[in-house]
Nanobody, 122 residues
Framework: LQLVESGGGLVQPGEFLRLSCSAS????????IGWFRQAPGKEREGVSCITSSGGRTNYADSVKGRFTISRDNTKNTIYLQMNSLQPEDTAVYYCAATRSFANMVPSMYEHWGQGTQVTVSS
């Protein structure tokens, strides 16, 4: 079972990035997916989550209205569209999969990717 994130990088404030999370070795459609981030010296926090079907999503207040989570189960891939990025969004972003309900509690997730760095700086 493997999750691989991609799409991170260095952008200026106000710009956008789209992160992808690809799965191999299992069928992503069987899992709810969460995006998390961890900034230096801070705890890992939930950013967004999506149910296995994609019918319901949830967002942290800090990203609501700027980030959009989506999934394409035919491609076994999850996306996180991040618009209007701000310096406080700088972190390593992780995707994770759970057979439980969609939530933003890191300990509820069984499978994790290695993370992708997002840096927002002028």
């Amino acid at each position: 079972l493997q999750l691989v994130e991609s799409g991170g990088g260095l952008v200026q404030p106000g710009e956008f990035l789209r992160l992808s999370c690809s799965a191999s070795g299992f069928t992503l459609a069987d899992y709810a997916i969460g995006w998390f981030r961890q900034a230096p010296g801070k705890e890992r926090e939930g950013v967004s989550c999506i149910t296995s079907s994609g019918g319901r999503t949830n967002y942290a207040d800090s990203v609501k209205g700027r980030f959009t989570i989506s999934r394409d189960n035919t491609k076994n891939t999850i996306y996180l569209q991040m618009n209007s990025l701000q310096p406080e969004d700088t972190a390593v972003y992780y995707c994770a999969a759970t057979r439980s309900f969609a939530n933003m509690v890191p300990s509820m997730y069984e499978h994790w990717g290695q993370g992708t760095q997002v840096t927002v700086s002028s």
